[in-house]
């Protein structure tokens, strides 16, 4: 069986993740509120997802909310000292499943507070301080006064790194000047190609880009490119996103979400596909941003 462990590893600050990780949005229930339709379903995908070798897990006390942490807790508490769990604050849900922004200093506390209870944890190893996004992308804004209060909380040793979602390349400078910035995570996939600079300039400096919705999330990619490389390679269209991710640049790091252990199985085989140069090629136009 494919491990996730042959794309290798990186190094997010002190912890050392696979490549391939687990998007734990999915297992939350419908538009991600309230519990899932198959809790037993749920709790299979994350224990198939560290017995295939993954050991890094991206999350948010605001996916269900807290439903998605209690679960990852159940499923796998007490936790190896191998896996990480990286969460993300800055936001709250209504109790009509509405997403609202909570990123003052009281509400990012109580934030870090929940995702420690939710999991189980003492410490907190990757907070992303997580702005509101639209379809039109990330907003503009200062973020001094919430790396302020997330780098208290770290000096209290309630986080050991933290990163950036939802962020515009003039937010990652402005953020690296306020705190050690580990991971960026941002809307990135073949189609949707908009940070392809700041990965770049990412890499350079040792530091994770974390693509969320590497499948295109609530939307999955539909190219007729993709699906022509698909054949090519003998695999589903979906494992060559991943696979095009994985050879995009060495810094970015996998968490396709699902709820299905088939599904889970599958994208973790994309670490073992190389796609040819031809093949990368003919996916170029997928993605080309207008200029
Ligand atoms: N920072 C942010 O603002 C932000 C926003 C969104 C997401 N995220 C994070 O990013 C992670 C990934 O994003 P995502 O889960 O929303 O989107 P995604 O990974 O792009 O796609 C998930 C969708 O693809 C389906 N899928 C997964 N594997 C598949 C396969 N092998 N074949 C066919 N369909 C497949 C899933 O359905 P099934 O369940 O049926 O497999 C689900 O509908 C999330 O889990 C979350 O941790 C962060």
Redesign the pocket.
Known sequence: MTKATHAGVFQLGSRSVTRMGY????LAGPQVFGPPRDHAGALAVLRAAIESGINHI??SDFYGPHITNQIIREALHPYGDDLTIVT?VGAKRGSDGSWNVANSAAELESAVHDNLRNLGLDVLDVV?L?LM?STHGPAEGDLEPQLTALAELQAKGLIRHIGL??VLPEQVVQGRSITDIVCV?N?Y?LAHRHDDALIDSLAADGIAYVP???????S?LQADALNHAAEQCKA?P??VALAWLLQRSPNILL??????VT?LQ??IASVDLQLPAELLASLEGIGAVPA
């Open positions: 998007g734990a949005m999915q991206d999350t993300k992303n997580r996004f979602s939802n995570q809307m996939n969320f919705f590497p499948l295109g999330g609530f999955p589903t979906m494992q968490i396709p979400g699902t709820s299905s599904h599958q994208n």
